[in-house]
Every structure is written in C-alpha cells, then in structure tokens.
C-alpha cells in the first residue's frame, strides 16, 4: 500500500491559486483547522471555498483568501455569525452563492455521484432560487412538479479532520455525527485528511470499527499528523470545543486587533500554536459542547 503521509509544507505546496476547496466539519465541529490556518500562512488566493463554515472560513475570509465562498451558513455556534465573515460579506470582499444547507448537501451528492445535478426543493420560494447559478426543472413524469436543479458542486481538493488514520489513508472518524464529509471527499480531485492520531492499519480494526470510516482509501491523496488539529473547534472524544479561545478569535474582529491574533495563533507552526493556546494537557481536559 502507498505512504500516503505528507508534511504541512508538501500539503500547501500541492494545492493552487483558484482552487475549489471544500472544507469539512460543520461550524465549530471537527473543522481540520492545522491546515486551514497553514493555508492563511501560505501565499495562496483566489480561493472558492465551499463549507458549513465556522472559524475555517472566517480565517481565510480575514487573511483575503477568498474569491468565492459557497456556504449553508457561516457560524461560530454559541456566537450565531462568524464575525470576520460578517465584516468580509458587509464589505463585498468576495462573490458568494448562498444556499439552504440541504442544497449544500445535495449539490456534494450529485459531485460525489458524478451527476450533473440532483432535483430538490429546497430553496424554491425564496430568493435564494434567483440566483442566476441556479436553474429550475420540471419533472418528466406525470407530476410535472417544477423542481430546483442543485448543481454539482465539484471540488478540486476536500480537506477533511479525523481522529485516527493510517498512513495509506485509512480513516476513521469517532464522534457523534461525520456530517457531509464522506460527500466532500467523493466530490473531491484530492483528499487530504489531518489526523488526531497516527496508527497502524491494525490498530484501526476497520471491520470491527466499519461504521467510523467515512470513505476508502482510494480516494485519499495526503495523509497529515495534526494533533489537536481541529482546535478551537469541537473533536470529541478527544476533546471539547475551546470557547474561551473562540470569544478571543471573535474579538479579534474588533478594528485593528487581527494582526495581534493573527501574529500570535496564525503565523506559528503547530508546535507553537499548541503551546500558545495552553498545551496538550488544558486542550485534553476541555468538556464536550452541549449543542
């Protein structure tokens, strides 16, 4: 089987200007962050990102990174609006096309099916269905329901967080919901997965362990070590969601104060980022969320 282990440097050097990125995790939820915040570092732009955002998207949204975001949302959860991306959306700094989280979800299923598109009716009734990206369609039977057409949405790369890999690519993810991002990876030219922890294939147990791996191998192209890689978000059962650290990245909104922040949580290799947010042992002890 291939090692299919990367660094963070060999990572961010085989992604391009332009990219269609998808970012999975869901808001404050198992976002794969280490590579998110290696992205912000790198000198890489023009960026459509698609995601049920939270901080991965306002990171990239307060370093310029964006030409396009494709979103159902962008949420820090126990704060409602990311608030970079409120500041990056009320200044017009990037095109958007907004969607009903179902549209999200069906338009990486189509991607993930290699359809064209998937009928649905979320969206139609409001004015999310004017958007001139999207089209409607009837129903070739005898219902003839007019029905919204969500287009694929095709990615050039997934990035995706789990709690344990292998080095060939064999994931699995632990926590309570995977979300869409099985979806994200099959919609995907390139996978890349950060992992809490590196194991052997043995140690996975896929067939006891089937239901937490989220996608095969095949589909994965770059195999990163990130511990505690979802930080600030949520990866439980390793570790809860780090609000005190999320209220500090949201007042780094406030006029002047992302370049402090940014210094300090974005500019750093992960070694030092851990040890600035308070080191392994205070990441550990943090208590799963109540949503």
Same mark, same amino acid.
């Not at 990174?65 to 126990?78: A, E």
């Given at each position: 089987?291939?090692?299919?282990?990367?660094?963070? #440097?060999?990572?961010?050097?085989?992604?391009?200007?332009?990219?269609?990125?998808?970012?999975?995790?869901?808001?404050?939820?198992?976002? =794969?962050?280490?590579?998110?915040?290696?992205?912000?570092?790198?000198?890489?732009?023009?960026?459509?990102?698609?995601?049920?955002?939270?901080?991965?998207?306002?990171?990239? +949204? +307060?370093?310029?990174?964006?030409?396009?975001?494709?979103?159902?949302?962008?949420?820090? $959860?126990?704060?409602?609006?990311?608030?970079? &991306?409120?500041?990056?959306?009320?200044?017009?700094? &990037?095109?958007?096309? %907004?969607?009903?989280?179902?549209?999200?979800?069906?338009?990486?299923?189509?991607?993930?099916?290699?359809?064209? &598109?998937?009928?649905?009716?979320? !969206?139609?009734?409001? $004015?999310?269905?004017?958007?001139? %990206?999207?089209?409607?369609?009837? #129903?070739?039977?005898?219902?003839?329901?007019?029905?919204?057409?969500?287009?694929?949405?095709?990615?050039?790369?997934?990035?995706?967080?789990?709690?344990?890999? $292998?080095?060939?690519?064999?994931?699995?993810?632990?926590?309570?919901?995977? &979300?869409?991002?099985?979806?994200? +990876?099959?919609?995907?030219?390139?996978?890349?997965?950060?992992?809490?922890?590196?194991? #052997?294939?043995?140690?996975?147990?896929?067939?006891?362990?089937?239901?937490?791996?989220?996608?095969?191998?095949?589909?994965?192209?770059?195999?990163?070590?990130? =511990?505690?890689?979802?930080?600030?978000?949520?990866?439980?059962?390793?570790?809860?969601?780090?609000?005190?650290?999320?209220?500090?990245?949201?007042? #780094?909104?406030?006029?002047?104060?992302?370049?402090?922040?940014?210094?300090?949580?974005?500019?750093? %290799?992960?070694?030092?980022?851990?040890?600035?947010?308070?080191?392994?042992?205070?990441? !550990?002890?943090?208590?799963?969320?109540?949503?």
């Amino acid at each position: 089987m291939i090692d299919k282990q990367i660094g963070l #440097s060999a990572f961010v050097a085989s992604l391009r200007d332009g990219m269609t990125i998808g970012i999975g995790g869901w808001a404050t939820r198992r976002k =794969p962050m280490t590579l998110v915040r290696a992205i912000a570092r790198s000198g890489l732009k023009d960026l459509t990102v698609v995601s049920y955002g939270g901080p991965d998207v306002g990171i990239l +949204a +307060a370093e310029g990174k964006i030409r396009k975001l494709v979103f159902g949302f962008v949420s820090l $959860d126990h704060i409602p609006l990311d608030p970079h &991306f409120r500041a990056a959306r009320q200044a017009g700094a &990037f095109e958007i096309l %907004e969607l009903d989280e179902g549209m999200v979800h069906w338009g990486l299923r189509a991607a993930a099916m290699h359809l064209p &598109f998937l009928p649905s009716r979320s !969206g139609l009734a409001t $004015d999310i269905a004017n958007q001139p %990206e999207l089209k409607t369609i009837r #129903s070739p039977y005898a219902d003839g329901e007019l029905l919204l057409a969500m287009p694929a949405l095709r990615l050039d790369a997934a990035l995706i967080h789990v709690h344990r890999a $292998d080095r060939h690519g064999n994931a699995l993810i632990l926590g309570p919901d995977p &979300f869409f991002d099985e979806l994200m +990876a099959r919609a995907a030219e390139r996978t890349y997965i950060s992992t809490e922890r590196l194991v #052997s294939t043995e140690d996975l147990a896929i067939a006891e362990n089937a239901r937490f791996n989220p996608f095969e191998r095949s589909v994965v192209q770059g195999v990163i070590l990130a =511990p505690f890689g979802a930080h600030p978000t949520v990866a439980t059962p390793d570790y809860g969601i780090d609000m005190a650290h999320l209220k500090e990245y949201a007042a #780094s909104a406030a006029p002047g104060a992302w370049q402090e922040y940014r210094a300090r949580f974005i500019a750093v %290799e992960p070694e030092r980022y851990l040890a600035s947010v308070g080191g392994a042992e205070n990441l !550990g002890a943090l208590p799963a969320p109540i949503y």
